[in-house]
């Protein structure tokens, strides 16, 4: 008999039943919820007279749709109305059904997928949900997490289960010491852009390998935030000793005994060595230049020495076109290399890069330094708790000295559900994880790199290779 | 939820790779706590300029396709958000089937809760759907759940793949919590065993 991959470990230990026809009906341990795709979810559980089956696996609070600017009116001075409305209506709902939330004006309050594991809420071998993609982002604890429709988040609020189709196994390799500068960000646009955005559709993808064991559970996270953007619903890193230093001692971490069964427990939790992946390929890490998004799809990735591709040169019809309607939207020539293309707008945040090591590492490069004129550039931390920190180290004042707009936490113009958003025609260089047209505002050109990168853009007012960018002394 | 079991009608040709959820439905509209009145903003961005006005060219705006209810669409439909919002907005427009070579999967999933129908063909039935939905209003297609085919407009029938308890759902307007909610003694059952796992 073959061994067992992480994945299939997490599975069996939830399946409350195996249906006949091949489904399982998923335990689900952990369910954050979040103010966008909830109110239909309770409104559906009042109109069929259900109730929460596990209130206390539930932890709520709003991040999509916040202002990030001063909050001292609380949510009655929010000036969207209808903003105002679906925070009130999730707090109404949390009262109504005996649910945690966490309110906007509490120190832990941030983006679901940074306080979760913040609040040790996230741990490993669970089941993570949430009504939101980048909930992949928790599989860096080696839990099976991933994003659910609103249909679902009703359907796991009352019944704590899901049914789901079993996933395949698929195993990213990842080898080689990153060079500097390169990083997590930059290693998750190389596997996009390497298997491309529908390239983990059906799978559960596990990073493993020598350069995953060296990320930080920051890194981690923000490896397996992206894993989205390949098509696979969740991705996985087998937990290790840094995994437990993160947790320990964190809010709602078990202690004491619990915890020495828990990490127990954890330590059982990595593929065999003879499991087999349904598919499997190896990247080495130590080749990866800092790279950049030149089009409207995550895996439109390029090195930053590189240049805009030429569609010309594509032979496929459809990636053809695909590609000249990308450039026309971006406002891109063919063959333009990508450190001449300049920039308007920097946003420094989401769930994908806004943790302490994303600000520290933009910090260092924006030390001393000015935003240039034509740019205007904004760092939204994670967390409260997250800016909270950054200030106690000085982040602030160096981000605020250099011409950095420093905000308050959320989603923020990763969506750009809230005011902060792109005028159209405007380029923004973005720590986020998605390019799409429109995304951070109707006509807007994101171009997605790590917080280094962002940080240094702002700094030159265009593209520019961290590696040849001298830090402050 | 809706039942699906047969559906005549327009298919639209949406010829483009990567049509994400962003598109389907842009963000400013995900701000309602209501699940219906959506369609009025399908593909937005695309739909309309930003003054309002419709955008001609735009396959949803044309005359033979505004009252379509089938859409053949290139890879990886659906990809990005897990915003319900894009099957609401796909079916209060009154889209009932969407047909492509593949779709993300928090998406697909979405579509079977309401009532929506993702069918996944290969390159050259895509090819073909695709060139027969550029005909226009004369090219009505027939889905056909129960046999799970696809009847185009020169009669000729392609078959399709769909999983036996999503097919279930469907053709029986089944709501999966009301089921799930049956099983409640094995939930207990489960739970009842977490004990031993007290951080769970």
């Known amino acids: 008999m073959t061994g067992t991959t992480l994945y299939d470990k997490i599975w069996n230990a939830h399946q409350v039943e195996a249906q006949a026809d091949g489904n399982g009906l998923l335990y689900i341990d952990r369910h954050l919820v979040h103010e966008v795709t909830s109110p239909q979810a309770f409104e559906g559980l009042r109109m069929s007279g259900r109730n929460v089956r596990a209130p206390h696996k539930v932890l709520a609070l709003a991040d999509h749709n916040i202002p990030t600017t001063d909050r001292t009116g609380g949510v009655e001075a929010i000036a969207d109305p209808e903003s105002k409305l679906q925070i009130q209506t999730l707090e109404k709902n949390c009262a109504e059904f005996g649910i945690e939330y966490v309110a906007m004006d509490d120190i832990r309050q941030g983006i679901v997928h940074v306080t979760g594991p913040e609040q040790g809420f996230t741990l490993p071998g669970l089941t993570i949900v949430c009504g939101d993609s980048h909930t992949s982002t928790h599989g860096a604890f080696g839990a099976l997490a991933h994003g659910i429709g609103t249909s679902e988040v009703e359907h796991v609020l009352a019944t704590q289960t899901l049914i789901q189709s079993k996933a395949k196994n698929f195993r990213i390799n990842v080898v080689g010491d990153a060079p500097d500068h390169v990083t997590a960000k930059d290693i998750a646009l190389a596997i996009i852009g390497e298997i491309g955005t529908a390239g983990g559709t059906g799978y559960v993808l596990e990073y493993a390998g020598p350069a995953i064991e060296a990320l930080s559970m920051e890194g981690r996270m923000t490896l397996c935030n992206m894993s989205i953007e390949a098509g696979a619903r969740a991705g996985l890193v087998a937990p290790d000793e840094k995994t437990y230093a993160f947790l320990e001692g964190r809010a709602k971490a078990p202690k004491g005994e619990d915890w020495d069964k828990a990490v127990a427990y954890w330590r059982t939790l990595s593929s065999d060595a003879d499991a087999v992946f349904d598919k499997e390929i190896t990247i080495d890490a130590s080749d990866l230049p800092p790279l950049v998004t030149w089009g409207t799809s995550p895996q439109d990735v390029i090195s930053i020495e590189g240049a805009v591709p030429n569609p010309a040169d594509i032979a496929d019809e459809a990636r053809r076109k695909s590609t000249e309607r990308a450039l026309d939207y971006m406002g891109l020539t063919a063959g333009t290399p990508m450190q001449e293309v300049a920039i308007d707008r920097v946003f420094i945040g989401s769930c994908t890069n806004s943790r302490i090591e994303d600000l520290r590492a933009a910090a260092a490069i924006a030390k001393g330094k000015t935003v240039a004129s034509r740019v205007s550039a904004m760092v939204v931390p994670g967390s409260g708790l997250i800016k909270q920190q950054a200030e106690e180290e000085g982040l602030d004042k160096i981000f605020i000295a250099a011409g950095f707009e420093w905000r308050e936490p959320g989603c923020s113009m990763c969506l750009a559900m809230n005011a902060d958003k792109l005028a159209p025609g405007e380029r923004c260089a973005s720590t986020s994880n998605r390019n799409f047209e429109g995304r951070q505002g109707r006509g807007g050109r994101t171009h997605l790199v790590s917080p280094e990168m962002a940080a240094a853009a702002a700094v030159t007012g265009h593209f520019t290779d961290i590696r040849n960018l001298k830090a402050e002394g | ?200």
């Open chain 2, 1 to 200: 939820m809706q039942k699906f079991n047969q559906l005549t009608g327009i298919a639209a040709p949406l010829d483009i790779l990567n049509v994400d959820t962003d598109m389907i439905i842009p963000k400013q509209f995900l701000k309602t706590i209501q699940r219906s009145g959506l369609g009025k903003n399908l593909f937005d961005e695309m739909r309309f300029t930003p003054e309002g006005e419709e955008v001609a060219d735009f396959v949803l705006n044309q005359p033979a396709y505004r009252e379509a209810e089938i859409l053949v669409a290139g890879d990886n439909f659906g990809c990005g958000s897990s915003r319900e919002h894009a099957p609401w907005a796909l079916l209060d427009f009154g889209i009932r089937c969407i047909i492509a070579t593949s779709f993300a999967d928090i998406f697909y999933n979405n579509c079977f809760k309401n009532g929506i129908l993702p069918i996944v063909l290969p390159q050259e039935d895509v090819d073909k759907l695709m060139e027969d939905a550029k005909r226009g209003a004369n090219a009505t297609v027939t889905i056909d759940l129960e046999s799970q085919t696809i009847k185009g407009p020169d009669g000729g029938t392609i078959a399709f793949e769909v999983d036996a308890f999503r097919k279930k759902c469907l053709l029986e307007g089944l709501d999966d919590i009301g089921l799930t909610l049956q099983r409640g003694d094995a939930i207990d059952a489960y739970e009842t065993d977490l004990a031993s796992q007290p951080w769970r």
